[in-house]
């Protein structure tokens, strides 16, 4: 029997340590591989079909690019820089494209912040550029404000020639409540082509107006949609990772978002497309907390994301905990182009351009300045992703930030905030971990008798005593008593509040400016991971410690006790792998959480003695005060 109990509890460790040898194997060497085009046939011929135009109107654009490239280009090529106090934007007379958007300050209802680029520090601070090098570096040009109409040929003349820019300063500053148009004009006599793009910008707001009307022979064009893109955010990131995420392509269509990262895309000779149907209320691409979006002066359908993939060259890097222990580093890695083809009228018609942060309170404020503008309801704020479980999130998280931010404006230091909030809210949890504690207590003091009653009940059924039996009832009625008050399910709770709080707070950090490059103590960036790693073996470790002194339900088998054993350790090892490179400001509160909870559970231990009967203790002779307890008479058996 005895060896029967020590191979199932060496079967467990065994399953158990088999299990993290394969998952952690598995993730490191086995990664699945990108689908190769070979082996996709069919998407490739229906990409191929996608992206190019039917045959019937393939004559015609062959025609039209003969006449168009025979004109000769003598307008000459100009930069015209727009600086407002909230960013700075470049556009090129060269299809009137923008070639750089810099963004400055971060302005919502809580206030104004100073914004850089990732990797800035106060002896060096980067421009917060939007706008990829790749997409510029690339020909054609892969740059926000680009033409699609279906025809190449038109496509290239729209978005490859100079325009006449009606303006005269190179670079056009503007104010507080100021305001800019700017013409760019493109006519091709020949065949009768006419482009205008007038931009609107001002000094005190994220959206510039953008009227675009394209006609041939006095005729809009149809089916015409502006790009935005590609790939909008923060150019300084030198990598991504799981909780650093790249830029994806976002719309609000049919009534609900579509989210589309680039990685996401099934690729056919590194280059990808996805057509949507339904009106669209707007779209665009952003990274985790700046974005570009096109809300169009009405819903139009024909929305289409388009992609491509390039391999990068970047400095050494470990990708995850395995190559950090091992010490491979990454040198090379695979960035995204994301752009979103947005259907537009070609009548003159606004559409709106949101360029700026995904702060939420900034974004809540221009929900009602663009609803405004197009006379319909456009909330924006649907940007910002809130996660799978949005519909739990959402209500959490901006609670969260309110707190934050209030905590903020005493502690003026971020990191101190959430440490404050951490407090806060577990001692809020105190309470319920009292009564937990208690309940498992009792549960433990009740377990060997449990066990009995258990083992007399099955003693009773294996000579075929029924249920109802009054034997079989009165064991029965004695466990109820015994389980009263001891029921552990009620010591859940704080765990099962803790996480949806740590999920909200995980969004909040991840999609408040407030935290990014927000430094504590030796964190630069609050919103990003611990560069020493010391927060997450803290983390680890502080875990250990609240679950060793955190009452559990009652062990009374061998396995029980081995299987809590492994929890105790294995659970902590597995939240290390995935909260490996986590945002910093949420691995703060989860370690400094765990300290609490070790203190607090120090101190309800304490409490609970008092509740403890006596224990039995063995002297060597009685004390003169001793109660004699009189002999039990004993029963005949007879």
Known sequence: MEDSKKQTQFRFLLAATLSMVVLFGWTYFFAP????PADNTNTAQTAANTAAPPPETQQPQTTQQTVLTATPDNVPNRQITIKTPLYQATLDSRGALATSWILLKNKSPQGEKALYGEGSNENEKKPLELI????????PRVIPFRLSTGDESLNQFLNERNYQVAANEEVIELGEGQERKIDFVLRDEATGVEAIKSFTFRGDSYVSDLQTSLTRNGQPVPNTKLLIGASIGDQSVPYYTFYKTEAEAVSFINGGIERYPGAYFEYVNNTASKAFEGAVDWAGVGDAYFAMAAIPSQPLPGLEYHA??????????????????TRSETTKITKHLVTAAVPIAADGSIT???????????????????????????????????????????????????????????????????I??????????????????????????????MKEMQD?????????????????????MQQLKMTKDALPIGGCLPTLLQFPLLIALYVAITISLSFRQASFLWLPDLSSGDPYHLLEFGFAISMILSMKFMPSGPAVTPEQQMQQKMMTYLMPVMMLWIMWGAPSGLLLYWFFGNIVMFVQQLIINRINKTDEPPKEEIVETVPKNAKKVKAKPKLSTS
């Open 308 to 325: 491509s993939r390039y391999e990068v060259e970047t400095a050494p890097f470990f990708d995850g905990i395995i190559s950090w222990i």
């Open 33 to 36: 591989p990108p689908k190769p």
């Open 352 to 418: 709106r351009i949101y360029t700026g942060t995904k702060d939420r309170f900034a974004m809540n404020e221009y929900n009602e300045i663009l609803s405004n503008a197009v006379g319909r309801t456009i909330d924006i704020e649907d940007f910002i992703n809130y996660g799978w479980f949005s519909r739990l999130t959402k209500p959490l998280a901006v609670p969260i930030l309110y707190a934050l931010n209030f905590l903020y404006n005493f502690t003026h230091n971020y990191g101190i905030a959430i």
């Open 456 to 476: 007399r009940l099955k003693d009773l059924q294996k000579k075929g005593v029924p249920m109802d039996d009054p034997r079989m009832r009165e064991l029965q």
């Open 420 to 449: 404050v909030f951490t407090f806060l809210f577990y001692s809020a949890l105190f309470p319920l971990r009292w009564f937990q504690s208690k309940s498992f207590k009792k549960a433990q003091r009740n377990a060997p008798k």
């Open 132 to 139: 990829p090098p790749e997409g510029l570096s690339r020909n």
